[in-house]
């Protein structure tokens, strides 16, 4: 029988613009963390772990909130993502602060997995039904060498203080993904255009229509061999710059060029949100409220669950 499959939690993020560790915030009606949702509707919708990559200068206080939060039933272990964690022979330049990255948060986990799994970031609201199609679609692709892509809408995931980071898709007619492009600095501009503003696509336009990536991938166990490959490529080429990143995207849409795997495109009907910048908090906390409203959620949301 096929074990559960596994969620890994990426909560090692510096949080620089939110200014404060937001992995712990709380924005539900008795102090819940985006966290607490996800791993609530991650258990609900059939996973049987859930692993977090977290900072060694976090861990305990990181370990302290989740102990008192979650139910006893749910097995949670943690993995640290450190900069010194590297292939060998590949070591920290001096001056190096930022951490390595997505792509490299899942890396380090690789020795802690050995079932499908999937990928999200702690601080993004994803939905049930997300995480549910993300369950099913581990348990019924046969192929090791097909994965998943819960897909969002640009203009559902965007910040009304601020630019931020997304992963643009193009889909293939068969529903495959054929590329999957990180940008960065992407805004709504007063008048409702959504633009890119980075140095490589100055003001170029997207439809808001667009699907995107918000990190919700699902994987089976023999990835891990490609990000291994594709880091050491970017630690090889890139590993002397103190700012580059090692981005999630950067190694699926890798992997799909040298047509080393597939990976199906999932929309899913959930609205995301989540917290970059600390105005989003307020309409975090309003988006929760009106789910708990709506008995989305129970107002405690593990008070039945202990």
Same mark, same amino acid.
């Given at each position: 029988?096929?074990?559960?499959?596994?969620?890994? +939690?990426?909560? *090692?993020?510096?949080?620089?613009? %939110?200014? @404060? /560790?937001?992995?712990?915030?709380? #924005?539900?009606? !008795?102090?819940?963390?985006?966290?607490?949702?996800?791993?609530?509707?991650?258990?609900?919708?059939?996973?049987?772990?859930?692993?977090?990559?977290?900072?060694?200068?976090?861990?305990?206080?990181?370990?302290?909130?989740?102990?008192?939060?979650?139910?006893?039933?749910?097995?949670?272990?943690?993995?640290?993502?450190?900069?010194?964690?590297?292939?060998?022979?590949?070591?920290?330049?001096?001056?190096?602060?930022?951490?390595?990255?997505?792509?490299?948060?899942?890396?380090?986990?690789?020795?802690?997995?050995?079932?499908?799994?999937? +990928?999200?970031? *702690?601080?993004?609201?994803?939905? %049930?039904? @997300? /995480?549910?199609?993300?369950?099913? #679609?581990?348990? !019924?692709?046969?192929?090791?060498?097909?994965?998943?892509?819960?897909?969002?809408?640009?203009?559902?995931?965007?910040?009304?203080?601020?630019?931020?980071?997304?992963?643009?898709?193009?889909?293939?007619?068969?529903?495959?993904?054929?590329?999957?492009?990180?940008?960065?600095?992407?805004?709504?501009?007063?008048?409702?255009?959504?633009?890119?503003?980075?140095?490589?696509?100055?003001?170029?336009?997207?439809?808001?229509?667009?699907?995107?990536?918000?990190?919700?991938?699902?994987?089976?166990?023999?990835?891990?061999?490609?990000?291994?490959?594709?880091?050491?490529?970017?630690?090889?080429?890139?590993?002397?710059?103190?700012?580059?990143?090692?981005?999630?995207?950067?190694?699926?849409?890798?992997?799909?060029?040298?047509?080393?795997?597939?990976?199906?495109?999932?929309?899913?009907?959930?609205?995301?949100?989540?917290?970059?910048?600390?105005?989003?908090?307020?309409?975090?906390?309003?988006?929760?409220?009106?789910?708990?409203?709506?008995?989305?959620?129970?107002?405690?949301?593990?008070?039945?669950?202990?």
């Amino acid at each position: 029988m096929q074990k559960r499959p596994t969620l890994l +939690v990426l909560a *090692a993020g510096m949080a620089s613009r %939110y200014g @404060s /560790l937001k992995q712990l915030d709380g #924005f539900g009606p !008795n102090g819940e963390t985006i966290i607490d949702y996800a791993i609530h509707d991650a258990v609900k919708a059939g996973f049987g772990k859930i692993l977090f990559v977290i900072r060694q200068s976090i861990a305990e206080e990181f370990k302290a909130v989740m102990r008192h939060r979650l139910p006893d039933h749910v097995p949670v272990e943690y993995v640290t993502q450190e900069l010194d964690m590297l292939p060998t022979g590949y070591g920290v330049p001096e001056g190096r602060e930022k951490p390595w990255g997505t792509g490299h948060a899942v890396w380090v986990a690789s020795s802690h997995i050995h079932e499908p799994f999937a +990928v999200i970031n *702690a601080d993004d609201f994803y939905g %049930y039904e @997300s /995480l549910s199609m993300t369950v099913a #679609f581990l348990n !019924n692709s046969t192929d090791c060498q097909e994965h998943g892509l819960i897909g969002f809408q640009l203009a559902n995931t965007l910040s009304e203080h601020g630019s931020v980071s997304r992963g643009i898709c193009t889909v293939a007619p068969d529903g495959s993904l054929a590329s999957l492009t990180e940008l960065t600095k992407i805004v709504r501009t007063d008048s409702g255009e959504i633009l890119v503003q980075d140095e490589d696509a100055s003001h170029k336009q997207l439809q808001g229509n667009a699907m995107v990536s918000m990190n919700l991938m699902a994987f089976k166990p023999g990835v891990f061999s490609y990000f291994e490959k594709y880091l050491k490529e970017f630690l090889h080429e890139k590993g002397r710059d103190l700012k580059a990143e090692f981005y999630l995207p950067e190694v699926v849409n890798k992997m799909i060029t040298a047509g080393e795997a597939r990976v199906r495109v999932i929309p899913t009907p959930e609205k995301w949100f989540g917290v970059t910048y600390p105005a989003d908090k307020s309409t975090a906390m309003q988006r929760i409220n009106s789910l708990v409203e709506a008995k989305v959620y129970p107002e405690n949301l593990w008070e039945t669950s202990q």
